[in-house]
C-alpha cells in the first residue's frame, strides 16, 4: 500500500495537476468573496442549490454569526465536488486507458492494497487541497466582508475558529463522496472521459431534473446528501441523516469497486 500510495503521489505532483488546483482555489476563494459582498439582508426565495454553487439562505445576518464563514464555504461544495470527483475519475481511469495499471500490478499483485493506496493518496491530495482552498477563501470573505459591511469579528473568536474547522471538515468529507463516484465510475467505464462526463452529467443536470419530478429527492439523493453534509445539515435533510445514508451508499461503492477491480482483467 506505502508503494502505490507514494506512485500515485508522483503523478499528482505534476506541473499540470498542481496548475489546475491552484485555479480551482482561486475560483473558490472568488466565489465566496461575491457571496458574501452581494449577500442579501433576507433570504433569498430560491432554492438551496442551484447548478454548481449554493443559491440559499446566506444573508449579512447569518453572515455575521461565528458561523458564518463555514457557511459561505459551504456554498461552492458542489463545485469543489465536481472537481474532485474529475480529478479521482481521471486518476483511476487513466491507469486502463494509458495501459499503466499492468505495470503497476506486476509491482504490487494485490490489487485492493494498490487501490486503497491510491485513494487514500487520492484523499491526501484532496485535504491539501481543501485546506489551502480555506485558507485563501478566508482572506477573501474577509476583505469582501468588509467592503460589504458585514462583521467578520465574531470568526475569529474561539467559536468562530471551530465553526471553521467544522465547516472545512464537513466540506472534506463531502468531496470525498464526490471522489468515491468519481473512483467508482474510473473503474466501470476505463476511460477518463467518459467517466468524468458520466460523474458531471449525475451532479450538475440529472439531480436537478430528477428534483423538479421527485418533491421527496433532496432526501435521498447522493448529491443532495452531500451539499447538505457541507452544510452542516439543511431544512431537508438533517447532518445526521446525511451522514448516515452517504455512509451507505459510500459502503455500497467501495464494495462494488473493490468486486469490480478484483475479478475483471486486465487487458491492456
Known amino acids: 500500500m506505502t508503494r502505490s500510495f507514494v506512485s500515485e503521489w508522483v503523478k499528482l505532483r505534476r506541473r499540470g495537476m498542481l496548475v489546475a488546483t491552484l485555479l480551482v482555489i482561486g475560483i473558490a476563494a472568488l466565489v465566496v468573496g461575491l457571496r458574501i459582498a452581494t449577500a442579501p439582508s433576507s433570504p433569498s426565495p430560491q432554492g438551496q442549490h442551484n447548478g454548481l454553487f449554493s443559491a440559499g439562505d446566506l444573508t449579512t445576518h447569518l453572515l455575521g ?10 456554498s461552492v461544495s458542489t ?13 483511476v481511469a487513466s491507469e486502463f486507458s494509458e495501459a499503466t495499471l499492468r505495470n503497476l500490478l506486476v509491482r504490487e499483485p494485490r490489487r485492493l492494497r494498490l487501490m486503497a493506496g491510491k485513494l487514500v493518496a487520492l484523499a ?7 485546506l489551502a482552498a480555506a485558507l485563501v477563501s478566508l482572506a477573501a470573505a474577509t476583505l469582501a466582508a468588509h467592503l460589504a459591511g458585514v462583521d467578520s469579528s465574531t470568526w475569529f473568536t474561539g467559536t468562530g475558529v471551530g465553526e471553521t474547522a467544522k465547516g472545512v471538515g464537513e466540506l472534506f468529507v463531502s468531496s470525498l463522496g464526490w471522489g468515491l463516484l468519481g473512483a467508482l465510475l474510473g473503474l466501470l467505464l476505463r476511460s477518463p472521459a467518459f467517466a468524468i462526463a458520466a460523474g458531471l452529467a449525475y451532479a450538475l443536470p440529472l439531480e436537478n431534473l430528477l428534483l423538479r419530478v421527485w418533491s421527496g429527492g433532496d432526501r435521498w439523493l447522493p448529491g443532495q446528501l452531500l451539499n447538505a453534509l457541507a452544510s452542516g445539515g439543511t431544512t431537508s435533510a438533517s447532518f445526521t441523516r446525511a451522514v448516515l445514508l452517504i455512509t451507505v451508499y459510500a459502503t455500497a461503492g467501495l464494495i462494488a469497486a473493490a468486486a469490480t477491480f478484483t475479478r475483471r482483467d486486465v487487458t491492456v
Request: hydrophobic content about 70%; aromatic content about 16%; glycine content about 10%.
Open 65 to 74: 454569526q461565528a458561523d458564518g464563514f463555514a457557511r459561505a464555504l459551504g
Open 124 to 130: 491526501t491530495f484532496d485535504l491539501a487541497a481543501i
Open 79 to 91: 463545485f469543489v465536488g465536481a472537481v474532485v470527483l474529475s480529478i479521482f475519475a481521471f486518476a
